[in-house]
């Protein structure tokens, strides 16, 4: 079974920073795409910031030149530095991953979510 645990989050005033991580525990196969989403009450998860094959870092538009995405594939490990934070920033951030895994008899592709955590930005 493929989990993903997220932590780092916290915190923060305008303009400091935060790293978070999210580790995935499980069998993997192949690490299709694997980032981080974010939601606030009210607005629909976005995409922030994802890694996949074929594009090693995709950001959302309002955080590029401030967020990083650094993904470990062997370690299937994913981090987000997070710099010059803003309060549009705030909200819970979810890590993401498609994976291909072996349930013991197939090989199965999902989506995977991680529990979320808390991003707050104050003035």
């Known amino acids: 079974q493929v989990q993903l645990v997220e932590s780092g989050g916290g915190l923060v005033q305008d303009g400091g920073s935060l790293r978070l991580s999210c580790a995935a525990s499980?069998?993997?196969?192949?690490?299709?795409?694997i980032g981080w989403f974010r939601q606030t009450p009210g607005r629909q998860r976005e995409s922030v910031a994802l890694?996949?094959?074929?594009?090693?870092?995709r950001y959302l538009e309002s955080v590029k030149g401030r967020f990083t995405i650094s993904r470990d594939t062997s370690k299937h490990t994913v981090d987000l530095e997070m710099t010059s934070l803003k309060a549009e920033d705030a909200g819970t951030y979810y890590c993401?991953?498609?994976?291909?895994?072996?349930?013991?008899?197939?090989?199965?592709?999902?989506?995977?979510w991680g529990q979320g955590t808390q991003v707050t930005v104050s003035s």
């Open positions: 993401f991953a498609d994976f291909t895994y072996y349930n013991g008899s197939f090989y199965l592709r999902n989506d995977f």
């Open positions: 499980g069998v993997t196969f192949d690490d299709y795409a």
């Open positions: 890694s996949r094959r074929d594009d090693p870092a």
